[in-house]
């Protein structure tokens, strides 16, 4: 399955990974990731990798926090990775680390 912003990894179970292939990070694709997530990702722990994405709103970090909140009602849970720029300034100066946490592993380079 290949969503309009981002492509699906498959992980061994129970992990669900995408790969975020914009610089921006925005509402509207935070919106179709959430979709795609909540409709498509099979997995207990949701990993998205924002390798490519250097800029975003603290509004789409907040709806990160929502999908993940969404999905830890589910007893699933949502980790990002690769965040740079931008991303990761608004990540350590809103202190997100326990709402969003972060993933740290070089397993997840795109293929």
């Known amino acids: 399955m290949t ?3 981002v492509k699906e990894t498959p992980l061994n179970p129970p992990y669900y990974t995408l790969h975020y292939d914009k610089v921006w990070l925005s509402c ?8 795609q997530v ?18 975003t709103s603290t509004a789409a970090l907040a709806g990160l926090i929502l999908l993940r909140r ?13 965040l740079a ?3 990761k300034g608004l990540h350590e100066i809103h202190n ?3 709402a969003l946490p972060e993933w740290r592993t070089q397993a997840l380079s795109a293929p």
């Open 38 to 55: 909540l409709a498509h990702a099979h997995g207990s722990v949701v990993h998205i990798v924002l390798d490519h994405a250097r800029h």
């Open 70 to 82: 969404n999905l830890l009602q589910q007893n699933r849970d949502l980790r990002v990775a690769g």
């Open 96 to 98: 997100l680390q326990s």
């Open 28 to 35: 509207r694709d935070v919106q179709a990731i959430k979709e």
């Open 3 to 5: 969503g309009p912003f």
């Open 85 to 87: 720029g931008n991303i």
